[in-house]
């Protein structure tokens, strides 16, 4: 599908070391939670995020909050992540929310669109760490047909024009693929402009 590009391999093992050692710094300051649909359903994932919002998700529904659950701001995004950005978003405005998605043993993510952003011609930009994880994307109708591809640690995906309103969703994470997480898992990091 035009729009998505996945960039295997950006970040070196020294910069996905780095990068786990700034998440894990993140997480200090707001730690994961697990996420409630508007229905009730607790998600698989686990998040927490850094920057001038975070995404959340409970029996209110969801949407962006700049702050926590907790109560607390989330923490910056770290100097990390916003170089992947730079380097590779094409565009010049700085991105508002690093949503952190952390997928322990048998975490996936339905189907769905990213649509809570205001303006959807910015991308998003997605960062893989850990685990390999089986990504699938489809078009803007959903039920339409979908492909599937890979995601390995270190891999960059940024998604924007057409594939920026596409159904997307990770199906499921191979155990023990990688050695990054001392725990195993994986977790992946999205930018995004938000308002
Ligand atoms: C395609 N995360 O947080 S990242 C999400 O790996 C999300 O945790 C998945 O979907 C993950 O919303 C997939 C790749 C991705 C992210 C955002 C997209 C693909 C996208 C937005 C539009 C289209
Ligand atoms: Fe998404």
Redesign the pocket.
Known sequence: MGG?AVWAGWLSPAAQAQMVADVRAVAAAAPFFTPETPRGQKMS?RMTAAGDYGWVSDRRGYRYERRHPSGVAWPPIPGSVLAVWRALSGVDRAPQCC?V?W?GEGAK?GL???RDEADLAMP?V?I?LGDD?L?R?GGTVRGGPTRSVW?RSGDV?V?GGA????Y???DRVRPGSSTLLPRGGRI?L?LRVVD
């Open positions: 998505v994932v949503l998605n997928y993510m769905h669109q990213d998003v997605s893989s994880a990504f994307v995601l995906a998604l594939a920026r309103l596409a997307h969703g990770i992946n999205t």
